[in-house]
């Protein structure tokens, strides 16, 4: 019996962005002892109000050290994207090692795609303009 053939494309993807984030969190846990600073947030310079990303390296930090709750302090959204990344390598992991022969993913129905264009179109927008609002409010200088 042969066996079975796992297709590659399943994992990369998602490996290769988890191992990228891996890799950022090992940086920001030894962030302090670097010897080169980035430049602050010119956004926040000029307009006042940071920028989408600002609270990014803290929360990083804060994340390396295991402070779940203060790294989504920092950003939610940074937060939210480590853990979507998280669950994709796992989801990918599942499918390249129970997928011997199946044909994975099904495809979307009609209504399930209609669902992810509203998402990506309204939903998303509004959750990354929600961060914006609270990094306005609740985010404090570096």
């Not at 399943?10 to 891996?22: E, H, Y």
């Not at 030894?30 to 803290?58: D, E, H, M, N, S």
């Not at 929360?59 to 939610?76: E, I, K, R, T, W």
């Amino acid at each position: 019996m042969n066996a079975p053939r796992r297709n590659l494309a399943t994992i990369v993807p998602a490996g290769v962005t988890f191992l990228v984030i891996c890799g950022l969190i090992v940086v920001a846990r030894f962030y302090q002892y670097l010897p080169i600073k980035p430049a602050p947030c010119g956004f926040r310079q000029i307009v006042g109000i940071p920028c989408l990303g600002c609270g990014g390296t803290r929360c990083m930090m804060a994340l390396s050290h295991g402070n779940l709750v203060q790294s989504f302090l920092f950003n939610p959204a940074v937060f939210a994207g480590v853990l979507v990344v998280l669950v994709w390598f796992l989801i990918a992991l599942r499918r390249y090692f129970n997928s011997a022969g199946e044909n994975w993913p099904t495809p979307l129905t009609k209504r399930q795609r209609q669902l992810r264009k509203l998402f990506l179109t309204v939903g998303l927008p509004i959750l990354v303009l929600l961060n914006w609002i609270y990094l306005s409010i609740y985010l404090p200088d570096a």
